[in-house]
């Protein structure tokens, strides 16, 4: 079992930053990737940024290429989500994803564990 438990929602206004946080705890070993994925009021849960525990392998949607970085400390188990210039669309929830694999996907089918989700708001 793998626990992970995401921080640094909140509400920002357009043009902000905010920086999310998902520490894995338990069965992680060393070979993962971890991803982010958000989901708006009324629409499906879509990738956002993901990456690997090993290899220098990162991927991001078009929407936040650009505007989010994605990175990781892995003698924490944690990956994080900096996310700058917010736009009113940025508004989720956004969840935190874990995978026993060092590739990286973009599929929400293919992680294994995911986080209880943190609530980004971006409103003036």
């Known amino acids: 079992q793998v626990q992970l438990v995401e921080s640094g929602g909140g509400l920002v206004q357009p043009g902000g930053s905010l920086r999310l946080s998902c520490a894995a705890s338990g069965r992680t070993f060393s070979d993962y990737s971890m991803g982010w994925f958000r989901q708006a009021p009324g629409k499906e849960r879509e990738f956002v940024a993901a990456?690997?525990?090993?290899?220098?392998?990162?991927y991001y949607a078009s929407s936040v290429k650009g505007r989010f970085t994605i990175s990781r400390d892995n003698a924490k188990n944690t990956v994080y989500l900096q996310m700058n210039s917010l736009k009113p669309e940025d508004t989720a929830v956004y969840y935190c994803?874990?995978?026993?694999?060092?590739?990286?996907?973009?599929?929400?089918?293919?992680?294994?564990?995911w986080g209880q989700g943190t609530q980004v708001t971006v409103s003036s």
């Open positions: 990456i690997s525990s090993v290899i220098s392998s990162t």
């Open positions: 994803a874990f995978r026993y694999s060092i590739v990286v996907v973009t599929t929400s089918d293919d992680y294994d564990y």
